[in-house]
């Protein structure tokens, strides 16, 4: 059983409850937000322009649910852009009071097989506030891997923060990267000898 799929309007209601009982659980995680956020009609709003960067192509809005069926957090694939860049950043929560049941991660798994096998992506893109552990733990098992940190990346509960980057290849291009034929190919050329 899938644990994402595409956000709906539907959503709004169960989305805006999600976001007043978790409000302090993501404050320090998420950048300040307006009182109209956390409303239906704030979450109606969110919900349609994510639904109109879908439609372009640069975003897939999903929702992640429990084994119900019930929406308890949210994960995006944002940025999306083609051309010889293929890739996209990812971002995700999950309710308290689901946190640390393998939703996250098996979120997470699913949203990369999509980049990568229905969407065609070549790169996915992950970022974490340093101290973020269990997060990074989830990207970990996911196979993303750290590539470096960038300073003051962005304005999180109310102030500039350094965030840790992580990302992750298509197995294609990750076997591409392995294969013996290719390591050839890089391979110094020897100087010609002069006779």
């Not at 539907?10 to 404050?27: I, T, V």
């Amino acid at each position: 059983m899938n644990v994402t799929r595409l956000i709906t309007s539907g959503d709004a209601p169960a989305l805006a409850e999600l976001f007043r009982l978790n409000r302090e659980f993501l404050a320090p995680w998420e950048p300040v937000r307006s009182e109209e956020y956390f409303t239906v009609d704030g979450q109606h709003a969110v919900i349609q322009a994510d639904l109109g960067q879908h439609e372009q192509g640069s975003k897939l809005p999903h929702v992640i649910l429990d084994d119900s069926g019930q929406v308890i957090g949210r994960i995006t694939l944002s940025g999306i852009v083609r051309g010889p860049f293929q890739s996209c950043a990812m971002g995700y929560w999950v309710s308290a009071s689901h946190n640390g049941r393998g939703f996250a991660t098996r979120a997470v798994r699913e949203i990369v097989r999509v980049a990568f096998e229905e969407l065609g992506l070549h790169r996915v893109q992950a970022e974490t506030l340093l101290h973020n552990v269990r997060s990074q733990r989830v990207l970990e098992r996911n196979g993303f891997v750290q590539f470096g940190v960038a300073p003051e990346y962005l304005n999180i509960a109310g102030r500039w923060q350094d965030h840790a980057v992580y990302q992750v290849l298509s197995p294609t291009a990750a076997e591409r990267n392995r294969s013996p034929r290719n390591a050839e190919t890089r391979a110094p050329q020897p100087a010609p000898q002069g006779t």
